[in-house]
């Protein structure tokens, strides 16, 4: 039989399949023992969440006190001053 | 049908990025499918806001008495949620609006000043149960399946009118008051004496 090198392509087609294979194994073990997806989504809902409550884009542990109803305000019964004047 | 050889199928290089392909195509359907249950979470918060600003708005009215503010305030929210596209929307597994609450709130914020206590209206339990997913490749979207994301309490603080009962047992007691300023008032009729407002209540 005459030698030839037809196969040389063969083996490096599969070397890089299982270079690509382990590369995407891992990096999909990593994105989910990290839990990047669910810190794409439960990091951003908590400033979510304190804007939807209480109109204020922070933790909705922190929100109440900064609810804007609690400032003072000019129309109130005591007719107070504006704050500053 | 046209046959390949053997060394065409050998030398070809176009399988060599098909994984890649379909790898960058799961993480892109993986991306594509939080943002669009985001976009559509805070679409619903929307239409679930106004539900609340209705209930809170419906008790607000002078009626009878409180119970009363209180049973039209939350037939209002039952009327909402239970027909049209409303009904469509909350009443199935992805999004639920439920518990409506309407009275005083104001023991769930610091007291800066009496005249700031306006925390009284309406509150609903929202549920965005869509966020929580299971995606191929990159894994859940919440870390556990008790996971406040998605959970928020819709507001709404309208204040409340005085109802017909307050405004009789307030004239009632302001009665008793002037009756007691002097007692040339005592030969006045007690406050058990049919009391008829002016301008009514």
Redesign the interface.
């Known amino acids: 039989m005459k030698l030839n090198q ?1 196969g040389q ?2 083996i490096e ?1 599969i070397l ?2 299982a270079a ?2 382990s590369m ?1 194994l891992f ?2 073990r990593e ?2 023992d990290r ?4 810190g ?3 990091g ?2 908590q400033p ?2 304190g804007m ?3 109109g204020v884009w922070t933790n ?1 542990k922190d929100s ?2 900064r ?1 804007p ?5 000019h129309a ?3 007719g ?1 001053t504006v704050p500053g004047s | 049908m046209k046959s390949v050889k053997r060394s065409n199928i050998l030398k070809s290089e176009e399988g060599i990025i098909s994984l890649d392909f379909i790898f960058a195509l799961t993480m892109a359907f993986g991306f594509a499918a939080i943002f669009f249950v985001m976009a559509l979470t805070l679409a619903t918060v929307e239409a679930g806001q106004y539900i609340t600003f209705a209930t809170a708005r419906t008790f607000h009215g002078a009626h009878e008495n409180q119970n009363m503010q209180r049973d039209l305030a939350l037939e209002k929210f039952e009327q909402l949620t239970g027909s049209g596209i409303f009904s469509r929307i909350f009443n199935q597994s992805w999004f639920t609006l439920k518990n409506p609450q309407v009275g005083d709130f104001n023991g769930q914020y610091p007291e800066s000043d009496p005249d700031n206590a306006i925390f009284v209206g309406a509150q609903v339990e929202y549920r965005a149960k869509v966020l929580n997913m299971r995606l191929p490749v990159v894994g859940n979207t919440t870390e556990d399946d008790n996971s406040p994301v998605g959970s928020a309490i819709l507001n709404a603080y309208l204040m409340r009118e005085v109802t017909s009962a307050e405004c009789r047992d307030f004239n009632s007691q302001r009665y008793e008051k002037i009756r007691k300023l002097d007692s040339k008032y005592d030969e006045l009729p007690t406050a058990s004496a049919t009391l008829v407002t002016d301008n009514g209540c």
């Open positions: 037809r392509l063969t087609a890089l399949m690509m294979v995407a990096l999909g994105i989910r839990k990047m997806v669910a794409l989504v439960e951003p809902w979510i969440q939807i409550e209480d909705p109440k006190a609810h109803s609690i400032k003072a305000r109130t019964a005591r107070n």
